[in-house]
């Protein structure tokens, strides 16, 4: 069985603003590196971003496209929102 390391303090995302212990970004350095990444001359690839940033490709991936790291799911907010009816 393979061992599972320790998260380490520095690594965690709770000091940086709450959510999950293994994040790597907040929500606001992943608009920024969108943001980035969107207005970029010449354009430059998801990969090389990774690589930047340290992260795998299907993370940054993920962040870019929007699947991850927006404000719909800092807090397990996805899915539908409710309907609100004037009638009862």
């Not at 320790?6 to 000091?15: C, G, Q, S, V």
């Not at 970004?25 to 998801?46: C, D, L, M, Q, W």
């Amino acid at each position: 069985m393979p061992k599972i390391r320790k998260i380490k303090i520095e690594d965690r995302k709770d000091m940086r603003g709450g959510g999950y212990a293994r994040r790597k970004f907040t929500v606001e350095e992943a608009g920024a590196i969108r943001e980035e990444y969107n207005t970029s001359t010449p354009k430059i690839s998801i990969s090389s971003i990774a690589r930047k940033y340290n992260v795998s490709q299907p993370l940054m991936y993920q962040l870019i496209k929007g699947k991850t790291y927006n404000d719909e799911n800092t807090r397990g907010g996805g899915g539908v929102p409710p309907v609100v009816s004037d009638k009862l």
